[in-house]
């Protein structure tokens, strides 16, 4: 079983920052990636970024967000600076590797909600 929390989210006003962070537990051997999704009301989950060998972006945050990833602690941030009211959303963490046993794994968070409200 693997465990993915997240936390960092909260309300913000337009222009500011907000830093999201994703620790994962559990039975991992390798993580491929951990990922950022976001949900906003009415709409479908997207991808914000991805953490691989190279960083990818949707163009909606390109220069304002930024993923790093710590792996000696198995955890995944995002730094999200000039907030837009568009940004927001619920945010989901997502986690693709193998455990120990070399299944693969494939996990989503429960998610935070980050509000961009003056």
């Known amino acids: 079983q693997v465990q993915l929390v997240e936390s960092g989210g909260g309300l913000v006003q337009p222009g500011g920052s907000l830093t999201l962070s994703c620790a994962a537990s559990?039975?991992?051997?390798?993580?491929?990636?951990m990922d950022w999704y976001r949900q906003a009301p009415g709409k479908q989950r997207e991808l914000v970024a991805t953490?691989?060998?190279?960083?990818t972006y949707a163009d909606s945050v390109k220069g304002r967000f930024t993923i790093s990833r710590d792996n000696a602690k198995n955890t995944v941030y995002l730094q999200m600076n000039s907030l837009k009211p568009e940004d927001t959303a619920v945010y989901y963490c997502?986690?693709?590797?193998?455990?120990?046993?070399?299944?693969?794994?494939?996990?989503w968070g429960k998610g935070t909600l980050v509000t961009v409200s003056s």
């Open positions: 953490s691989g060998p190279t960083s």
């Open positions: 559990g039975s991992i051997r390798r993580i491929y990636t």
């Open positions: 997502y986690l693709k590797g193998v455990n120990i046993d070399y299944v693969g794994l494939d996990y």
